[in-house]
């Protein structure tokens, strides 16, 4: 990540006024977000964070598009929510200071603009910023036809896919999953054959090695490409 340098911070102020969650701040507040904040440059496929790990800041889209997955174990119903330039994400979730509700993966090049968690509390004191993001939040809700809103019904590939990827620990480099391929077929609820099937085609490509009882993820972005390329062909 990029630390926001002074030429930036006038800037980063005037993104930060027009966006609507931030309604109701003061300068001196929007100072010192635009002071905490970071740029983070992401390429395509890039897990920018992941369901179940520390929800330690909060996301702004200054360029490209974002896409979030969430998953209903019962039935494996993904649901997806695009977010362009000028949108945020996880925002509840580092409110509460809580973990990720989500994944989240960068559709294509992007920008994004990083503020820490303990801060973005801070600034929701404001009584006009709770407002803000209340205001937001019901319309999502009342407005289930959002066309920023995708439902994907997952298949065998793509859920193999995104149970590794939150299996994994961090997002660089070869990591171990601990879970045999028996487990793992039926955490996404598909056969043992076909689970293995879709790994060995995976480890020909060297996305992933398969090991006795273990999985290590060489191309965690090789995954998530399988991912956002699912909800693309489906647009």
């Not at 010192?32 to 790990?53: M, T, V």
């Not at 209903?72 to 945020?88: A, K, T």
């Not at 503020?115 to 289930?144: F, K, S, Y």
Request: proline share 3%; aromatic share 8%; charged share 20%.
């Amino acid at each position: 990540m990029q630390p926001v340098n002074q030429t930036e911070l006038e800037s980063l102020i005037c993104f930060f006024q027009n966006t609507l969650l931030l309604e109701g701040l003061d300068h001196d507040m929007l100072s010192r977000l635009a002071r905490s904040a970071q740029r983070r440059l992401c390429q395509p496929y890039e897990i920018i964070c992941r369901r179940n790990d520390y929800a330690a800041c909060f996301h702004f889209v200054e360029q490209g598009v974002v896409a979030e997955f969430s998953v209903d174990r019962r039935d494996f119903q993904g649901l997806v929510y695009f977010y362009e330039p000028g949108s945020w994400f996880s925002a509840l979730d580092a409110m509460l200071g809580d973990c990720y509700t989500a994944t989240a993966v960068a559709a294509e090049r992007c920008s994004l603009i990083t503020i820490p968690a303990e801060l973005l509390r801070r600034a929701m004191e404001t009584p006009g910023c709770r407002q803000a993001m209340l205001r937001v939040l019901r319309t999502r809700l009342r407005d289930p036809q959002d066309p920023a809103l995708c439902h994907l019904s997952m298949n065998a590939e793509e859920r193999l896919a995104y149970v590794l990827l939150l299996l994994q620990t961090g997002s660089l480099g070869m990591r171990y999953v601990r879970i045999t391929q028996e487990d793992l077929a039926v955490t996404c609820g598909i056969a043992r054959q076909t689970a293995s099937r879709i790994l060995g085609e995976w480890k020909g490509l060297q996305y992933i090695d398969t090991f006795r009882g273990k999985i290590t993820i060489r191309n965690p972005h090789a995954l998530a490409a399988v991912l956002i390329k699912s909800v693309q062909k489906g647009a």
